[in-house]
């Protein structure tokens, strides 16, 4: 079982930042990448960002990169999503989810967070 916590969520104004965590405890030796999805009112869930814990190779959704950067700190088992000039759009409940490769990517996996909502003033 693997146990994920996000928080820094938060209010902000358009052009503003915010850092999120995802702090993850259990058996996470059978995840292999960590990612987080956003899902607005009335919208799926979409893929926002991943990152491979042992590589640190990153993936990001076309419409976050160069605003959104994922990070991880293996020693603190904590992944982090720095999110930049943000906009009202990006409005939406973060969450964040471990797994394994393209399965992760897609939402395919059984470990997720609570979520952390990220509000964005215009």
């Known amino acids: 079982q693997v146990e994920l916590v996000e928080s820094g969520g938060g209010l902000v104004q358009a052009g503003g930042s915010l850092r999120l965590s995802c702090a993850a405890s259990g058996r996470t030796v059978s995840s292999t990448a960590v990612g987080w999805f956003r899902q607005a009112p009335g919208e799926e869930r979409r893929f926002v960002s991943a990152?491979?814990?042992?590589?640190?190779?990153?993936y990001y959704s076309d419409s976050m990169k160069g605003r959104f950067t994922i990070s991880r700190d293996n020693a603190k088992n904590t992944v982090y999503l720095q999110m930049n000039n943000l906009k009202p759009e990006d409005t939406a409940i973060y969450s964040c989810?471990?797994?394994?490769?393209?399965?992760?990517?897609?939402?395919?996996?059984?470990?997720w967070g609570q979520g952390t909502q990220v509000t964005v003033s215009s």
């Open positions: 989810a471990a797994g394994t490769g393209r399965l992760l990517r897609v939402g395919i996996t059984d470990y």
């Open positions: 990152i491979t814990l042992s590589s640190g190779m990153t």
